[in-house]
Structure formats: structure tokens, C-alpha cells
């Protein structure tokens, strides 16, 4: 089993170091076959190896005429099987920071909640990926609130960290609901940027397709780079729309993307919020 995700991570990061040759040979291809269809002549860099070019072209199909990255390879599955998350905490949690590990885990469906106990993240990374869980989820606390989450896709990464803020558990809610086990459906605002959608598919894939009659919404909302989560269930009265919270609700903040597993110390960073971007208040990276 060790050698086989050994092989494989090999084989990732052997893909992803093609990337930079695979989309210079795609803006070549592009260029000849945009000549091609206009009737306008071959440029002249591209004159001595067009012939060589457009026979690559032949033998393409639709799957290969666009260039592919890694983050394909990372969701590949996405949408074909339903995500399967392993819920965890930090070591020896307070009692507020159990009772929202328990929310999470009715948040995330088809979760597996585990107490952490004396467990080193290694061994956490090894217990998801024999146990086929497509993502890795640690919450973190501070002097009793929580305060942070790691969300790790597996096999090979990415890792977000965000930072929580604002926390309120269904507990403290008033006239709070049960929670459905619907499949959610999911709205998200204000994620306009490359980095954004980055964080949105980080956030979306955590969740299965959810069916066209469900009536359960989470809505994760960007202002400022803050996000707003939001969890409701509705209920249609003729032209209106009825929302009830159920909650927990909180704030996130992203504050790195790492390429990789959360047990990888060498991972290259592909987002680190940085001090000084906090100065910098009319830019929004998401």
C-alpha cells in the first residue's frame, strides 16, 4: 500500500512538472489550427516544424485539444463518486470545540467523525487513504473557541488553511430546527478571481450532487476575504420563500493553499496570505 501511493505521488508531481512544456506545445498547436480554419498563413516562427505539428493535431481527439494541469488531476473524480471526509480535531478538544466537530460532521455528509486522541497527522493521512476518503478535515481551537480549519484532499493535495471567526454553534441559535440529511445545494458570492474559484472548488467538492427537489442550502458568501457560511432549508409558499436557519454559522478566512498533503513539510505553497497584504486594504485575492 505504501509503495503504491509512493508510485503514484511520483507519478503526479511527473505530470504536473510536464505542465509548463504541455501549454507551450498547446499555444503552438492553437496558433496552426487557428491558421488552418482562417486560411491565414502559418507564422513564421512555426514554419519549420508546422508539418510535424499538424499531424499531432490529426490524431487528437476533443479530450486532448485543450491543455490539462494538475488541478485536474486532484478532481478527477469529482461529480463521478460521492466525497467521503474524515472529521477529526486537534489533540485533547474542549467540550464547545467536540459539540462543533459533531455540527461539521451533520454539515458534511457521508463524514466519518473520529476523536483524535494521541494520533500524529501522519497517521491521520495514512487512516484516510486506506479507508478510500477523498478529503481530510481538521478543526483547530484556541482557549476553547475554534478557530481554525485544514481541509486536505487526497491523495495528492491540495491543503487549504482557513481561520475561523465569529463562531456560533446550533446550540446557541434560538428556534433552531433539526437538521435535514438532504444533499445540499450550494450557492457561492463573490468568488470572481482565479484564487477564488480555486477556493470555491476546494469548498464544492466536499459535498455530493445534491438532487433538484432538495430543499437544504449552504451558502458560502466573499466580502473582503472573508467568507460567510450559512446553513437553511426553505420551503416554497406560492410566490414567496420561506428560510430557516439551522446552522452553525461562521467566518472563514483563507490563509494558505499548499501543494500537497497537510503531512508534507516540503509541499510548494501555491497561497500564503502574507503580513503585509493586510495593509493593502482596496486588494481582494479572492
Same mark, same amino acid.
Given at each position: 500500500?505504501?509503495?503504491?501511493?509512493?508510485?503514484?505521488?511520483?507519478?503526479?508531481?511527473?505530470?504536473?512538472?510536464?505542465?509548463?512544456?504541455?501549454?507551450?506545445?498547446? =499555444?503552438?498547436?492553437?496558433?496552426?489550427?487557428?491558421?488552418?480554419?482562417?486560411?491565414?498563413?502559418?507564422?513564421?516562427?512555426?514554419?519549420?516544424?508546422?508539418?510535424?505539428?499538424?499531424?499531432?493535431?490529426?490524431?487528437? *481527439?476533443?479530450?486532448?485539444?485543450? &491543455?490539462?494541469?494538475?488541478?485536474?488531476?486532484?478532481?478527477?473524480?469529482?461529480?463521478?463518486?460521492?466525497?467521503?471526509?474524515?472529521?477529526?480535531?486537534?489533540?485533547?478538544?474542549?467540550?464547545?470545540?467536540?459539540?462543533? !466537530?459533531?455540527?461539521?460532521?451533520?454539515?458534511?455528509?457521508?463524514?466519518?467523525?473520529?476523536?483524535?486522541?494521541?494520533?500524529?497527522?501522519?497517521?491521520?493521512?495514512?487512516?484516510?487513504? !486506506?479507508?478510500?476518503?477523498?478529503?481530510?478535515?481538521?478543526?483547530?481551537?484556541?482557549?476553547?473557541?475554534?478557530?481554525?480549519?485544514?481541509?486536505?484532499?487526497?491523495?495528492?493535495?491540495?491543503?487549504?488553511?482557513? !481561520?475561523?471567526?465569529?463562531?456560533?454553534?446550533?446550540?446557541?441559535?434560538?428556534?433552531?430546527?433539526?437538521?435535514?440529511?438532504?444533499?445540499?445545494?450550494?450557492?457561492?458570492?463573490? @468568488?470572481?478571481?482565479?484564487?477564488?474559484?480555486?477556493?470555491?472548488?476546494?469548498?464544492?467538492?466536499?459535498?455530493?450532487?445534491?438532487?433538484? %427537489? !432538495? $430543499?437544504?442550502?449552504?451558502?458560502?458568501?466573499?466580502?473582503? *476575504?472573508?467568507?460567510?457560511?450559512?446553513?437553511?432549508?426553505?420551503?416554497?409558499?406560492?410566490? %414567496? &420563500?420561506?428560510?430557516? =436557519?439551522?446552522?452553525?454559522?461562521?467566518?472563514?478566512?483563507?490563509?494558505?493553499?499548499?501543494?500537497? $498533503? &497537510?503531512?508534507?513539510?516540503?509541499?510548494?505553497?501555491?497561497?500564503?496570505?502574507?503580513? @503585509?497584504?493586510?495593509?493593502?486594504?482596496?486588494?481582494?485575492?479572492?
Amino acid at each position: 500500500m505504501l509503495r503504491r501511493q509512493a508510485r503514484l505521488r511520483r507519478e503526479y508531481l511527473f505530470r504536473k512538472n510536464l505542465e509548463g512544456k504541455e501549454k507551450e506545445a498547446y =499555444e503552438k498547436k492553437r496558433k496552426i489550427r487557428d491558421a488552418l480554419n482562417n486560411g491565414t498563413p502559418v507564422p513564421t516562427e512555426l514554419r519549420e516544424e508546422a508539418l510535424k505539428l499538424k499531424k499531432s493535431i490529426d490524431k487528437e *481527439d476533443a479530450t486532448r485539444e485543450e &491543455v490539462h494541469s494538475h488541478m485536474d488531476d486532484e478532481y478527477a473524480r469529482a461529480g463521478v463518486y460521492d466525497p467521503k471526509i474524515f472529521l477529526t480535531t486537534s489533540r485533547d478538544p474542549s467540550t464547545k470545540l467536540q459539540q462543533f !466537530s459533531k455540527e461539521m460532521a451533520l454539515i458534511l455528509p457521508n463524514s466519518i467523525r473520529t476523536n483524535r486522541g494521541g494520533h500524529l497527522i501522519s497517521e491521520l493521512v495514512a487512516a484516510t487513504q !486506506s479507508n478510500d476518503c477523498t478529503d481530510l478535515v481538521i478543526l483547530h481551537e484556541h482557549r476553547g473557541e475554534p478557530d481554525a480549519m485544514v481541509i486536505c484532499h487526497m491523495p495528492y493535495g491540495p491543503t487549504a488553511y482557513f !481561520s475561523l471567526a465569529n463562531v456560533i454553534i446550533r446550540h446557541d441559535i434560538p428556534d433552531k430546527v433539526p437538521v435535514s440529511q438532504q444533499y445540499p445545494h450550494l450557492l457561492f458570492q463573490n @468568488f470572481s478571481t482565479p484564487l477564488g474559484e480555486r477556493v470555491s472548488n476546494i469548498l464544492k467538492y466536499l459535498f455530493p450532487v445534491p438532487k433538484e %427537489d !432538495s $430543499t437544504r442550502v449552504m451558502t458560502f458568501v466573499n466580502e473582503n *476575504d472573508y467568507i460567510s457560511f450559512r446553513h437553511h432549508t426553505f420551503k416554497k409558499h406560492r410566490n %414567496d &420563500v420561506d428560510l430557516t =436557519e439551522i446552522g452553525p454559522r461562521f467566518e472563514m478566512r483563507l490563509f494558505q493553499i499548499k501543494l500537497g $498533503t &497537510v503531512d508534507m513539510k516540503d509541499a510548494d505553497n501555491e497561497f500564503v496570505l502574507r503580513p @503585509f497584504m493586510n495593509t493593502a486594504k482596496n486588494k481582494n485575492y479572492l
